[in-house]
Structures are given as C-alpha cells and as structure tokens.
T-cell receptor, first 109, second 114 residues
Framework: GQNIDQPTEMTATEGAIVQINCTYQTSGFNGLFWYQQHAGEAPTFLSY??LDGLEEKGRFSSFLSRSKGYSYLLLKELQMKDSASYLC??????????WGAGTKLIIKP | NAGVTQTPKFRVLKTGQSMTLLCAQD?????MYWYRQDPGMGLRLIHYSVGEGTTAKGEVPDGYNVSRLKKQNFLLGLESAAPSQTSVYFC?????????????FGPGTRLLVL
C-alpha cells in the first residue's frame, strides 16, 4: 500500500529552527510537495521537489532523497505565524497526490 | 480573481438527506478535485476531473457522485448522507497534473451529519 509518515506534532521556540521529516512509500514517484495549513483554513503550497537535493525559498527549505524515500521541511527564524500544520504529499505513478496526515507545529514565545 | 470558492461553508444534515456541494474556479484550470479531511488522516481524494464533461473515482468514492458540466464548476453530491460522511470537504484545481503544477484549494465546507 501507499504510505506517508510524518510526526503528529512538534513544538519549537520563536526565532529557532525546526525540521519536519516525511518518509514515503508510494507506487511510483513524480514529485513531492509541502503545504501549510492554518487551523480552519485551506492548505497552501510551500515547496516542490522532484530531484534529490535542497530547494531553498526564503526562510523555508525542502530536501529530498528519492533513494531513501525521505524529505524534510526546514523552517528558519521561526515566527508565531508559522504555527500551523505542515502537510507532505507525494505524486504517485497515476499522478495523484498521496497525503500525509500532517505535522502540527506549535511555536512558543 | 476569486480563485477557488466553495458553497456552502457549513452544513448540518440528518442521516438520509441529500445535498450538493458546489466548487467554482476562475483560473481556467483543467483539473479539479474533491477531497475530504478527517482528524488524524491525510487528505483523501473522493473524485476528480481532468476536463469538462469528465469525472473519475479517487480513493474513497463510495456514497458520493460528481458532475463537471462546465469547466469552472465541479459539483459533489451526497445522495443519502451518513454520519461517516461528517468531514471537512476541500475542492482543489490545477492547470495540469504533472510537473511543479500545484493544486489550489478552496476554503472548505464543514459538513456534520447527525
């Protein structure tokens, strides 16, 4: 079966750095996405990886290792507004997105 | 541009009642999707459409029907609601299904079935 694993919840301090991991087992791989979802709102796109390596976008970076079925989202200089759930999704061989349950990130002052 | 909109935002149904959820997008996207989101689970695909007049089943299609009569609209129907269909429903759209093309989500419809 297809499976995406992420930690359920993480806590970090304002101004610090946090890494959210995602491991996946899917039928085929056509890219990995990270989305941010604030409570009661819709998911919004953060990053996309299809090749191994690091993609940097401002305070957010995303890393992919296809051989290990592993990705992480790195958030730097954490702000209170970064408190949200972070969803990992993999596009499979049918070009459908398979979603993880999300990681709820709590930022403390 | 309004992006992706959903109607209604919230609804309470009794078991056995029917309803239709409306999704509209003004981005001229070909692909549209209906997901449900439940606590502790990832988004699950109910049905999707790759263009006007086409629909296909996703991971959890049972108890739902869809129609895409116009490119900009994607309707999700519940013929006979059950408590197991209590969920948050998200509609999404994208230009394509491949490459870095991301899906854009509507604000969601919160459905409670009693």
């Amino acid at each position: 079966g297809q499976n995406i694993d992420q930690p359920t919840e993480m806590t970090a301090t304002e101004g610090a750095i946090v890494q959210i991991n995602c491991t996946y087992q899917t039928s085929g791989f056509n890219g990995l996405f990270w989305y941010q979802q604030h409570a009661g709102e819709a998911p919004t796109f953060l990053s996309y990886n299809v090749l191994d390596g690091l993609e940097e976008k401002g305070r957010f970076s995303s890393f992919l290792s296809r051989s290990k079925g592993y990705s992480y989202l790195l958030l730097k200089e954490l702000q209170m507004k970064d408190s949200a759930s972070y969803l990992c999704a993999v596009r499979d061989s049918n070009y459908q997105l398979i979603w993880g349950a999300g990681t709820k990130l709590i930022i403390k002052p | 541009n309004a992006g992706v909109t959903q109607t209604p935002k919230f609804r309470v149904l009794k078991t056995g009642q029917s309803m239709t959820l409306l999704c509209a997008q003004d981005m001229n996207h070909e692909y549209m999707y209906w997901y449900r989101q439940d606590p502790g689970m990832g988004l699950r695909l109910i049905h999707y459409s790759v263009g006007e007049g086409t629909t296909a089943k996703g991971e959890v299609p049972d108890g739902y029907n869809v129609s895409r009569l116009k490119k900009q609209n994607f309707l999700l129907g519940l013929e006979s609601a059950a408590p197991s269909q209590t969920s948050v429903y998200f509609c999404a759209s994208s230009i394509l299904a491949g490459g870095s093309e991301t899906q854009y989500f509507g604000p969601g419809t919160r459905l409670l079935v009693l």
